[in-house]
């Protein structure tokens, strides 16, 4: 079974950073594209970024474009987003989202760390 | 950026029928933009509904369905159940590893 979990969300001062992780398990996760999704409390969801199963390919929404950077450690199947400059409206559950290639769509997810970005 | 639009939000009597669309600002959706739809209730995580336009995920009732209609996709939900109370969104591909989803359309079943 496939099983996503996030981790390392927490609060943080406007203008600092973090890093959030997500341990992968049930699946060879070395083999798949993953991406990092956010909600923001009461509002939709935001596709972040995504990078390829190999690292090599990253792209991201133009919102966090230069000051998040999504990464990788396929020996520990972890995915990572780390978080600098971080502002108010960056506040938001942070979800982790495999992506089946092969059928072009989010497939699994997990249940999200939430990020809070306060003074 | 572009902007994928949705109905906001909508009501379906139980047992009724309602479809929701999916639109992009800059144009026309097609199948290569691989609509896809996700279904997520208050507190727990996006759950997939269908994918490729039209493809049902694993354990998504039939009562489910997915299609381009005109210019927009759409989900269109036939004979209704009170447990398909929730919030909708869509996700569309926009080219250069670009995703967006849809602003989402909260569903009531009365």
């Known amino acids: 079974e496939v099983h996503l979990v996030e981790s390392g969300g927490g609060l943080v001062q406007p203008g600092g950073s973090l890093r959030v992780s997500c341990a992968a398990s049930?699946?060879?996760?070395?083999?798949?594209?993953m991406n990092w999704v956010r909600q923001a409390p009461g509002k939709g969801l935001e596709w972040v970024a995504n990078?390829?199963?190999?690292?090599?390919?990253?792209y991201y929404a133009d919102s966090v474009k230069g000051r998040f950077t999504i990464s990788r450690d396929n020996a520990k199947n972890s995915l990572y987003l780390d978080m600098s400059s971080l502002r108010a409206e960056d506040t938001a559950v942070y979800y982790c989202?495999?992506?089946?290639?092969?059928?072009?769509?989010?497939?699994?997810w997990g249940q999200g760390a939430l990020v809070t970005v306060s003074a | 950026q572009t902007v994928v639009t949705q109905e906001p939000t909508l009501s379906v009597s139980p047992g009724g029928a309602v479809t929701l669309t999916c639109a992009l600002t800059?144009?026309?959706?097609?199948?290569?933009?691989?609509p896809s739809w996700y279904q997520q209730t208050p507190g727990q995580a996006p759950r997939s509904l269908i994918y490729?336009?039209?493809s049902r995920s694993s354990g998504v009732p039939d009562r489910f369905s997915g299609s381009i209609l005109g210019n927009k996709a759409a989900l269109t939900i036939t004979g209704a159940q009170a447990e398909d109370e929730s919030d909708y969104y869509c996700l569309l591909f926009v080219g250069s590893g670009v995703w967006v989803f849809g602003g989402g359309t909260k569903l009531t079943v009365l």
């Open positions: 049930g699946f060879t996760f070395g083999s798949y594209w």
């Open positions: 800059s144009g026309s959706v097609s199948t290569t933009n691989y």
């Open positions: 490729r336009t039209s």
């Open positions: 990078i390829k199963h190999d690292g090599n390919e990253k």
């Open positions: 989202a495999r992506y089946s290639f092969s059928w072009s769509f989010f497939d699994s």
